[in-house]
């Protein structure tokens, strides 16, 4: 990201000083805390933009979103993320005597198995579909000879357009309640699935990585989210562009320096060709 804007701004300058008579207004949108709750960066200028009714025609996010090499994919939209915390009520006991006691992880079983296996939607032309993902389970006292009293589990659904929050919600809580388990679960809405269509901007971003590196850019809704579920309220059209993704939160993560030009001139091409 942080090479992209190095890009944006040069491509930027040398834009502006080739054509500083040009049509259009360019702007720059550099927040953090996207990595995080993604309550005090992007979202609060976006409202802000909204109270004044304020659209923008064409967004570029720098995400780091070629494959193998740069150019070979560009992201149009992005799946939506919805969390949970679940926590599963039992009864703690004696393991010797186990009818004392309701073991959560026993009770739980049946339904996590429906819940790991089952179709919540085959995506469509644009999306992937929805996946259902447990990142975090645990239960117990650390005592091999107590059966704990409550299980916790974190999970998380990367949904397309083909589903809703409350469809998966109220999916999800039928399959446990069918199961007879005593549960509470607090969710968090990380963001709606997005997809601005394959438009003027997406096509000027085809041709100037075309015309920069002679690859061919393949349009896709996969990965992570971004920022742009937040911008995509108040921009008809985006697309998110950036360098190799294969270092990205690693140890030593890097950019290669020859894909630094071209990058940067790929931003400036896609100036060019919507506000010259």
């Known amino acids: 990201m942080k090479t992209s804007l190095a890009g944006f701004v040069v491509a930027s300058e040398e834009f502006v000083k080739q054509y500083p008579n040009h049509k259009g207004s360019i702007a720059f949108l550099i927040t953090s805390d996207e990595e995080g709750p993604a309550n005090d960066g992007t979202v609060i200028v976006c409202d802000l933009l909204k109270q004044r009714g304020q659209k923008l025609d064409y967004c570029v996010i720098g995400e780091p979103t070629s ?49 790991v296996s089952k179709e919540w939607d085959r995506g469509n032309q644009y999306f992937q579909p929805t996946s259902f993902q447990i990142s975090n ?48 679960i607090a969710w968090t809405l990380g963001g709606e699935p997005f997809l601005t269509g394959d438009g003027a901007l997406a096509g000027a971003m085809r ?24 911008i995509a309220k108040i921009c008809s059209e985006l697309v998110e562009f950036g360098p190799v993704n294969a270092t990205s939160h690693k140890i030593d993560e890097r950019v290669a320096l020859n894909s630094i030009e071209p990058l940067k001139n790929i931003y400036r091409r896609v100036l060019e060709k919507l506000i010259a």
């Open 67 to 115: 494959v193998t090499q740069l150019g070979d994919m560009i992201k149009n939209g992005r799946r939506g993320s919805l969390s949970g915390k679940l926590a599963i009520k039992g009864i703690q006991a004696h393991i010797a005597y186990p009818h004392l006691g309701r073991n959560p992880i026993h009770e739980l079983a049946p339904a996590l198995s429906k819940l």
């Open 137 to 184: 389970i645990h239960a117990g006292t650390g005592a091999n000879n107590v059966i704990p009293g409550e299980l916790a589990l974190d999970f998380n659904f990367r949904f397309s357009t083909e589903s809703t929050p409350d469809q998966l919600k109220g999916e999800l809580e039928r399959i446990l309640s069918e199961t007879g388990l005593e549960f509470e």
């Open 207 to 230: 041709e100037s990585i075309m015309a920069e590196t002679k690859v061919s850019t393949e349009l896709s809704t996969t990965g992570g989210t971004s920022d742009g579920r937040f």
